[in-house]
T-cell receptor, first 112, second 114 residues
Framework: EPEVTQTPSHQVTQMGQEVILRCVPI?????FYWYRQILGQKVEFLVS????????KSEIFDDQFSVERPDGSNFTLKIRSTKLEDSAMYFC??????????FGPGTRLTVL | AQSVSQHNHHVILSEAASLELGCNYS??????LFWYVQYPGQHLQLLLK??????LVKGIKGFEAEFIKSKFSFNLRKPSVQWSDTAEYFC????????????FGQGTTLQVKP
């Protein structure tokens, strides 16, 4: 069964550094999402992406965040200058037109 | 703003006990409702979903949920839990007309004792 994959599984970085989290959505899916879950809190929507552009973003998704689908298979989330409060589990998800979102295993980001 | 509330943060049951996890949402329009499960060390997986039709939906592993529109609720049930059901359970909603973003509840940690 096709799966959403994410790399790396765990990323440790220093505050102020840039990080790129990578996702490979399911190949025939059209809608892509990033969510995050800070330890002990709920899963929060960050951004949705369709037709090569952001379709919706949350207030969390400020100018430090960006997303890209550089080559038709990868879907990346970049945090330009990480803060301590960016430490969280980041989940990528994808779906077809009117269907369920399928989630990747997540990347645990630790900012020191 | 839309929100989802799960009443139980941490539930501990013995095997064979019945389970009901509460979920309420706040949104007056048409919604699609989901329960996701996250087993230890694994990613979020869909248990069941409601889009329309029969408000009693059946999912995988013997789970079911009932959509009660008048109560804005979508409670998850299982008549007899197993140790392997130990996991975190998330209720989520998509409101119609938006980009399909999921609004999640806080999650409920279920611990089943053998």
């Amino acid at each position: 069964e096709p799966e959403v994959t994410q790399t790396p599984s765990h990323q440790v970085t220093q505050m102020g550094q840039e990080v790129i989290l990578r996702c490979v959505p399911i190949s025939n899916h059209l809608y892509f999402y990033w969510y995050r879950q800070i330890l002990g809190q709920k899963v929060e929507f960050l951004v949705s992406f369709y037709n090569n552009e952001i379709s919706e973003k949350s207030e969390i998704f400020d100018d430090q965040f960006s997303v890209e689908r550089p080559d038709g298979s990868n879907f990346t989330l970049k945090i330009r200058s990480t803060k301590l409060e960016d430490s969280a589990m980041y989940f990528c998800a994808s779906r077809q037109v009117a269907d369920t979102q399928y989630f990747g295993p997540g990347t645990r980001l630790t900012v020191l | 703003a839309q929100s989802v509330s799960q009443h139980n943060h941490h539930v501990i049951l013995s095997e064979a006990a019945s389970l009901e996890l509460g979920c309420n949402y706040s949104y007056g329009g048409t919604v699609n409702l989901f329960w996701y499960v996250q087993y230890p060390g694994q990613h979020l997986q869909l248990l069941l979903k409601y889009f329309s039709g029969d408000p009693l939906v059946k999912g995988i592993k013997g789970f079911e949920a009932e959509f009660i529109k008048s109560k804005f609720s979508f409670n998850l049930r299982k008549p007899s839990v197993q140790w392997s059901d130990t996991a975190e359970y998330f209720c989520a909603v998509i409101s119609s007309g938006n980009t399909g973003k999921l609004i999640f509840g806080q999650g409920t940690t279920l611990q089943v004792k053998p």
